[in-house]
């Protein structure tokens, strides 16, 4: 698909024109804020206009190579080098309001060693009363200009006209909308991003040893023997008690990050929760399994820094393990686990033959004689008694998919129990073969 990357320095308005490109704004996409240097990693959306189908990439702010002044900043420069080099067209995004500043010039004199085509657009143009702010920005050294607001739509449509201009006759890719969404989940560091980097083979997500690193939540396409999967990695999910009354502009961006990670659960089809192999499952595990278990996804488990657990104790850890996911994780029984390293990337590519598994009974339908039969078999002429009620069970029916959806038909709906629930449960899982994916059952009273 074609592919616009865009560039600048720290705020300029990338975020806030990445999101208004895809229509996102609702979504909350892009992390956007006054404070400069928010948008730490590379973010990708896709834009529809009209018939026309383009892939975005919204960059974390531009340092030139001698004022990165840190490890972080230096592998945000790393990542847009990246970034670029998947570029079909490059949008160099100035900022109207400040004006045009040295580090312009420098990043303009960058971007042309490339040898990419580049758009120069000037942002925070909201009118035409401040058209003329543009004119000290030919010192660039281009003949071409394009004022628009990102934040108020002013001129955008003409900015989105250059880049149709600019797209091929024919895309034959299949749109990342289309394939299978997986979200990375999990504490702060405990080591998503290294996970997603170690599956793509590139430094795809900034990785540090600093907890919060990843504050966005990023999407990129991970191909494995011909299959395309596309790779969430969100923000370390923290307590929502953790934030104060009196919010921060730094606690503002942590908390806004922690309703992103909810998000791409809710558009993930399965998220895989990274755990410490070195601390065990704590509270805040468990709260996220919830979360996933709640929204009916599927689930795999990723005991991750198992390079960490000496190698004479790796088979007790192991059951230790095998008896804390039983204990704690109960709820979500259905889920697999492993044990992997992202630093070593041992065991990581066992987790696709997986996915398939779950996205397969994910997606499963098993006829309504079908189920008749395992209940005429299991429940037929069955009468429990519940607090006092008779319980009777007539049939079962599945009405939905992703996640597989039963309703059960039963005489006194209030002598259901969640035990009852369970049973018939298991007997599916048993006599369909749903071994991974989570399963919704509704009981409703026959008239």
Same mark, same amino acid.
């Given at each position: 698909?074609?592919?616009?990357?865009?560039?600048?320095?720290?705020?300029?308005?990338?975020?806030?024109?990445?999101?208004?490109?895809?229509?996102?704004?609702?979504?909350?996409?892009?992390?956007?804020?006054?404070?400069?240097?928010?948008?730490?990693?590379?973010?990708?959306?896709?834009?529809?206009?009209?018939?026309?189908?383009?892939?975005?990439?919204?960059?974390?702010?531009?340092?030139?190579?001698?004022?990165?002044?840190?490890?972080?900043?230096?592998?945000?420069? &790393?990542? #847009? *080098?990246?970034? %670029?080099?998947?570029?079909? @067209?490059?949008?160099? $995004?100035?900022?109207?309001? +400040?004006?045009?500043?040295?580090?312009?010039?420098?990043?303009?004199?960058?971007?042309?060693?490339?040898?990419?085509?580049?758009?120069?657009?000037?942002?925070?143009?909201?009118?035409?009363?401040?058209?003329?702010?543009?004119?000290?920005?030919?010192?660039?050294?281009?003949?071409?200009?394009?004022?628009?607001?990102?934040?108020?739509?002013?001129?955008?449509? &003409?900015? #989105? *006209?250059?880049? %149709?201009?600019?797209?091929? @006759?024919?895309?034959? $890719?299949?749109?990342?909308? +289309?394939?299978?969404?997986?979200?990375?989940?999990?504490?702060?560091?405990?080591?998503?991003?290294?996970?997603?980097?170690?599956?793509?083979?590139?430094?795809?997500?900034?990785?540090?040893?600093?907890?919060?690193?990843?504050?966005?939540?990023?999407?990129?396409?991970?191909?494995?023997?011909?299959?395309?999967?596309?790779?969430?990695?969100?923000?370390?999910?923290?307590?929502?008690?953790?934030?104060?009354?009196?919010?921060?502009?730094?606690?503002?961006?942590?908390?806004?990050?922690?309703?992103?990670?909810?998000?791409?659960?809710?558009?993930?089809?399965?998220?895989?929760?990274?755990?410490?192999?070195?601390?065990?499952?704590?509270?805040?595990?468990?709260?996220?399994?919830?979360?996933?278990?709640?929204?009916?996804?599927?689930?795999?488990?990723?005991?991750?820094?198992?390079?960490?657990?000496?190698?004479?104790?790796?088979?007790?850890?192991?059951?230790?393990?095998?008896?804390?996911?039983?204990?704690?994780?109960?709820?979500?029984?259905?889920?697999?686990?492993?044990?992997?390293?992202?630093?070593?990337?041992?065991?990581?590519?066992?987790?696709?033959?997986?996915?398939?598994?779950?996205?397969?009974?994910?997606?499963?339908?098993?006829?309504?004689?079908?189920?008749?039969?395992?209940?005429?078999?299991?429940?037929?002429?069955?009468?429990?008694?519940?607090?006092?009620?008779?319980?009777?069970?007539?049939?079962?029916?599945?009405?939905?998919?992703?996640?597989?959806?039963?309703?059960?038909?039963?005489?006194?709906?209030?002598?259901?129990?969640?035990?009852?629930?369970?049973?018939?449960?298991?007997?599916?899982?048993?006599?369909?073969?749903?071994?991974?994916?989570?399963?919704?059952?509704?009981?409703?009273?026959?008239?």
């Amino acid at each position: 698909m074609f592919t616009v990357v865009i560039v600048g320095r720290p705020n300029a308005g990338k975020s806030t024109l990445f999101n208004r490109m895809i229509k996102s704004d609702d979504k909350i996409k892009a992390i956007t804020d006054k404070l400069p240097g928010v948008t730490r990693d590379i973010n990708y959306g896709v834009a529809k206009w009209e018939d026309k189908t383009f892939t975005v990439v919204d960059t974390g702010g531009f340092f030139p190579e001698q004022k990165a002044e840190n490890i972080i900043q230096k592998q945000m420069l &790393e990542q #847009i *080098e990246i970034a %670029i080099s998947e570029a079909d @067209l490059i949008i160099h $995004l100035l900022d109207g309001k +400040e004006g045009l500043v040295p580090d312009d010039i420098e990043t303009a004199r960058w971007l042309r060693q490339t040898e990419k085509e580049i758009l120069w657009v000037v942002n925070k143009i909201d009118d035409p009363s401040k058209l003329s702010r543009i004119y000290e920005f030919y010192s660039i050294g281009t003949e071409q200009l394009i004022p628009i607001s990102a934040l108020t739509g002013y001129g955008f449509e &003409e900015l #989105i *006209e250059k880049i %149709i201009e600019r797209l091929p @006759l024919t895309q034959s $890719l299949k749109s990342e909308e +289309e394939l299978p969404k997986i979200a990375i989940v999990g504490r702060p560091n405990v080591g998503k991003s290294t996970i997603i980097n170690a599956l793509l083979g590139k430094k795809r997500m900034i990785v540090s040893p600093l907890p919060g690193t990843t504050r966005d939540a990023i999407d990129a396409v991970c191909t494995y023997y011909g299959k395309k999967y596309l790779l969430i990695d969100t923000a370390g999910i923290k307590r929502l008690s953790y934030y104060k009354r009196e919010i921060s502009q730094q606690v503002y961006v942590e908390k806004l990050s922690y309703f992103k990670a909810l998000r791409s659960i809710e558009r993930a089809d399965i998220a895989v929760l990274v755990v410490d192999a070195t601390e065990g499952i704590v509270n805040q595990d468990q709260k996220i399994a919830c979360i996933v278990a709640e929204q009916k996804k599927g689930l795999i488990i990723l005991i991750n820094k198992w390079d960490l657990i000496p190698q004479d104790e790796r088979d007790r850890k192991a059951k230790i393990f095998a008896e804390e996911i039983r204990r704690k994780l109960w709820f979500v029984d259905y889920a697999p686990y492993l044990t992997v390293s992202a630093t070593n990337k041992t065991r990581l590519t066992k987790i696709f033959p997986i996915i398939d598994q779950i996205l397969e009974e994910y997606a499963k339908r098993v006829s309504t004689s079908e189920l008749n039969k395992l209940f005429n078999q299991k429940l037929k002429d069955v009468v429990l008694s519940s607090g006092g009620k008779e319980l009777k069970f007539y049939y079962i029916t599945q009405v939905d998919v992703e996640p597989p959806t039963f309703v059960v038909f039963v005489n006194d709906k209030s002598a259901v129990k969640q035990h009852h629930i369970k049973f018939i449960e298991k007997l599916l899982r048993e006599t369909f073969n749903f071994e991974f994916s989570p399963i919704s059952i509704k009981v409703k009273q026959r008239k």
